[in-house]
């Protein structure tokens, strides 16, 4: 009876056992699911043949499916047609190599949406192999506000790049980090001569420290700064320059760094300089034919 007894209380703990770790497995299950359900990112799962087994919100969010609308169909529904071809035999190529674990990462691609428009994607794959089978899981980014972004900044360093005015960029320490084509003709400093220095290399020595201290202040405050200076070239020239300082603040209004845009006026205000003496001069010649008295104004 006591062996009864030790056996029954063996098996219900054995089962106590059975029933705590099946309770923190359906745990575990639920944090993950309500995990994958948050993510922003669509995390589909498909098996070895590439049929769509798992779906999550951010899917339906990037590709516009719902879940019953995709599971089960091809996973080739989310890729341009003549992208189809090529991943069908990629994945054969997949499937015979038995290769598990982390596959690819960061790979840019192109999806398909279920409004037949096409969605830059960033995806990440990885597989595991069960007895029932081998199952992927790609982790899919929209990166098509990255896409926009990176296609302003290429036009607008393009439009920098090709400016006829100076333009050179600095970080929060005044250390310069990019000079345009402008900069280098304007000043004579090559990009790799310039980069790493700070704006004192065109520092004239005609504007005292109090002018640059009070400069470096107001940016430093966030303030932009236009305005006429003298820089001096890498071969000692001066020159007059119209500048606009800009400082480069970041999302959380931190100042990272300045924007200086110049323009070398020194040709346009010797010219107006020479204007200024030739109307003073004209004028002293008018002045001077007021004066005189012609003989034929003489009277007898």
Wanted: charge should be negative; proline fraction near 2%; charged fraction near 30%.
């Amino acid at each position: 009876e006591r062996m009864v007894e030790e056996r029954t209380a063996a098996l219900l703990e054995e089962v106590a056992e059975r029933q705590s770790a099946e309770k923190s497995l359906r745990e575990s299950e639920e944090r993950f699911r309500t995990m994958v359900e948050s993510a922003n990112d669509a995390i589909v799962m498909a098996s070895s043949t590439g049929e769509v087994l798992e779906w999550n919100t951010g899917a339906r969010a990037i590709f516009g499916y719902e879940a019953e609308e995709i599971v089960g169909q091809s996973i080739t529904a989310l890729m341009p047609q003549r992208y189809r071809d090529r991943h069908l035999e990629a994945m054969r190529e997949l499937v015979l190599s038995g290769r598990t674990g982390p596959l690819q990462s960061g790979i840019e691609m192109v999806g398909l949406r279920k409004d037949g428009a096409e969605v830059p994607i960033e995806l990440s794959l990885t597989s595991w192999a069960t007895k029932d089978g081998t199952f992927y899981i790609a982790i899919i980014r929209d990166v098509s506000e990255r896409k926009r972004s990176q296609e302003v900044i290429a036009r607008f360093k393009l439009g920098i790049e090709r400016s006829s005015e100076a333009v050179f960029m600095t970080d929060a320490s005044a250390a310069i980090v990019y000079v345009n084509p402008a900069f280098e003709k304007t000043f004579g400093y090559t990009s790799e001569e310039a980069i790493g220095k700070t704006p004192r290399i065109l520092k004239s020595g005609t504007l005292s420290a109090e002018y640059y201290k009070g400069l470096w202040e107001s940016l430093l405050a966030g303030k932009a700064l236009t305005g006429e200076l003298t820089d001096k070239t890498k071969d000692g020239r001066l020159l007059d320059i119209e500048a606009s300082i800009n400082p480069i603040i970041d999302g959380s209004g931190k100042t990272i760094g300045f924007l200086a845009i110049q323009r070398d006026i020194t040709e346009r205000k010797r010219v107006f300089a020479s204007l200024r003496e030739s109307e003073a001069l004209y004028h002293d010649l008018v002045e001077t034919s007021q004066n005189l008295i012609w003989p034929c104004d003489q009277e007898g």
